[in-house]
């Protein structure tokens, strides 16, 4: 049996690299009933009749759900300047979600050419200032940036549809020819073009590009674990009177309190208690 790795799924057709190049698979029945194999699973594959197929999916180090794919060492948060408007609503759930999943967030804000400089700016300290990473992108703009992040790494895109997540690894790398579509004038928003994930060799790593989420679910969380994952807030772990403190009426809080001095970014904080709301909607 030979190792390899999982960069397509189209219903029982798998495509895995595999000793340096790409083959199609097929999953044994018994395999599907139980772990399904994902993009991104390390799985074992031997030859049977003629035929590739897979017989065991190796442990997973993580798993994202949207989008659904294992083994990865960071996500980027694309969101566009403009068209669609920025939001920063939508950035921080992403965050949460995928800090959820202890996957580092790396925030990408793409047509970074449709606004002004100063617009930009602002954007960029909301986040760089609350100590996360933060890339520029744009047609306007060289990807050595973002060349230098992806390089060595599984990555995956996450961010709404018609934000530009395949027009980026176009602009990468010209030879991969990704769909992209205009974004719809009258509703404001992407078409939804790329419509499967699927794991790209560029700029010396992995990247999967993935369709744009139109919904994001906050079902099924761990409150407490929620609370300790937020990105904001770990420097001040432990710090708050009470062990499983979720920030928000109890006394004693340091994350309540850094937030009123502006050590905490208030605009996450409150997008953090919407999502504690959420969760506990969910699990109602
Ligand atoms: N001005 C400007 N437009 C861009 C840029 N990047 C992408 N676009 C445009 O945005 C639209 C959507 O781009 P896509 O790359 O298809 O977006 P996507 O995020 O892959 O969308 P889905 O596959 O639907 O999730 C296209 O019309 C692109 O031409 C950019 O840097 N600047
Ligand atoms: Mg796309
Ligand atoms: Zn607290």
New binding site residues.
């Given amino acids: 049996m030979k190792k390899a790795l999982i960069t397509r799924v189209v219903s029982n057709r798998y495509t895995v690299f595999i000793e340096g190049e790409f083959e199609v698979a097929t999953a044994m029945g018994k395999l599907r009933l139980g772990q399904k194999p994902i993009v991104g699973d390390y799985v074992m594959v031997e030859t049977l009749e003629n035929r590739l197929v897979i017989q065991e999916v190796l442990e997973r180090k993580n798993q994202l759900i949207r989008p659904l794919i294992a083994n990865i060492d960071q996500a980027l948060i694309?969101m566009?300047a403009?068209?669609p408007e920025f939001s920063y609503t939508l950035v921080d759930r992403l965050i949460f979600l995928i800090s959820y999943e202890s996957i580092e967030p790396v925030i990408v804000i793409?047509?970074?050419?449709?606004v002004s400089d100063e617009a930009l700016q602002e954007i960029v300290d909301e986040y760089e200032k609350s100590g996360y990473r933060v890339v520029k992108?744009?047609?306007?703009?060289p990807t050595s940036g973002l060349e230098s992040i992806l390089k060595d790494k599984v990555s995956v895109?996450s961010?709404?549809?018609?934000?530009?997540?395949?027009?980026?690894l176009?602009?990468i790398d010209a030879n991969l020819e990704?769909?992209?579509?205009?974004?719809s004038k009258a509703l404001g928003r992407?078409?939804?073009?790329?419509r499967h994930n699927q794991l790209y060799r560029i700029a010396d790593g992995w990247i999967a590009?993935?369709?744009?989420f139109s919904s994001l679910s906050f079902a099924n969380l761990d409150l407490i674990d929620f609370s300790q994952r937020i990105p904001d807030f770990v420097p001040y772990e432990g710090q708050c009177k009470y062990r499983d403190c979720l920030h928000i009426h109890e006394p004693g809080c340091t994350i309540k309190q850094k937030v009123e001095e502006k050590a905490i970014s208030l605009k996450r904080y409150q997008h953090y208690v919407d999502c504690v709301s959420l969760i506990r909607e969910g699990s109602r």
């Fill in positions: 694309v566009s403009m068209e793409s047509k970074a050419d449709l992108t744009g047609i306007t703009l895109l961010g709404q549809s018609g934000v530009g997540k395949s027009s980026l176009n602009r990704l769909n992209t579509q205009e974004i992407g078409k939804h073009t790329t590009d993935t369709p744009g």
